[in-house]
T-cell receptor, first 112, second 113 residues
Framework: DAGVTQSPTHLIKTRGQQVTLRCSPK?????VSWYQQALGQGPQFIFQ???????QRGNFPDRFSGHQFPNYSSELNVNALLLGDSALYLC???????????FGPGTRLTVT | KQEVTQIPAALSVPEGENLVLNCSFT??????LQWFRQDPGKGLTSLLL?????REQTSGRLNASLDKSSGRSTLYIAASQPGDSATYLC????????????FGTGTLLAVQP
């Protein structure tokens, strides 16, 4: 079992650009959540996908959008990047109705 | 609005010491509380999950307690080792129809050999 995987590991973008981050959930999991972790802070919930639909959303602007595919993998898209979007982006997966979430290694995004 | 606070923000101890990390939350209506470990620049590793109906959970040298009514949890690490050096995060799953986690800002632990 590979666990939760994310790609790419690191990414450098320029202000105003768009970025797509990818996540494959742990085998048997059907729910994917995305979190943003700024340096020195705890992760902040962005949104959660289940059955290819956004089910919950945190306090993030519409520049942050996502998608879930039939195989349960997910993408996080961020448009019009700002310097403040620089962070570690974490993906977590779980089985619907289960308590525990399993986190991937994260994607480090740097916006210059 | 649920807020999670962790004290202390940083802690340095000599190897072999027993230590306690603290987590407090403002709304006692939670489903569960989870403790995570995060190594620098890495993802989160789940250590212990305590359901709201439980008082404590143990795994090896780790013991986590939960006092929901007072909005507090502690993570006890026995006989600390240099390999325990990491950031420790607590997170609560709020009550209601939500599966999101609300995190504290973490405690950075350094265990000196």
């Amino acid at each position: 079992d590979a666990g939760v995987t994310q790609s790419p590991t690191h990414l450098i973008k320029t202000r105003g650009q768009q970025v797509t981050l990818r996540c494959s959930p742990k085998s048997g999991h059907d729910t994917v959540s995305w979190y943003q972790q700024a340096l020195g802070q705890g992760p902040q919930f962005i949104f959660q996908y289940y059955e290819e639909e956004e089910r919950q959303r945190g306090n993030f602007p519409d520049r942050f959008s996502g998608h879930q595919f039939p195989n349960y993998s997910s993408e996080l898209n961020v448009n019009a990047l700002l310097l403040g979007d620089s962070a570690l982006y974490l993906c977590a997966s779980s089985a619907q109705g289960a308590w525990e979430q399993y986190f991937g290694p994260g994607t480090r995004l740097t916006v210059t | 609005k649920q807020e999670v606070t962790q004290i202390p923000a940083a802690l340095s101890v000599p190897e072999g010491e027993n230590l306690v990390l603290n987590c407090s939350f403002t709304d006692s209506a939670i489903y569960n509380l989870q403790w995570f470990r995060q190594d620098p620049g890495k993802g989160l590793t789940s250590l212990l999950l305590i359901q709201s109906s439980q008082r404590e959970q143990t795994s090896g040298r780790l013991n986590a307690s939960l006092d929901k009514s007072s909005g507090r949890s502690t993570l006890y690490i026995a006989a600390s080792q240099p390999g325990d050096s990491a950031t420790y995060l607590c997170a609560v799953r709020p009550g209601g129809a939500t599966n999101k986690l609300i995190f504290g800002t973490g405690t950075l632990l350094a265990v000196q050999p």
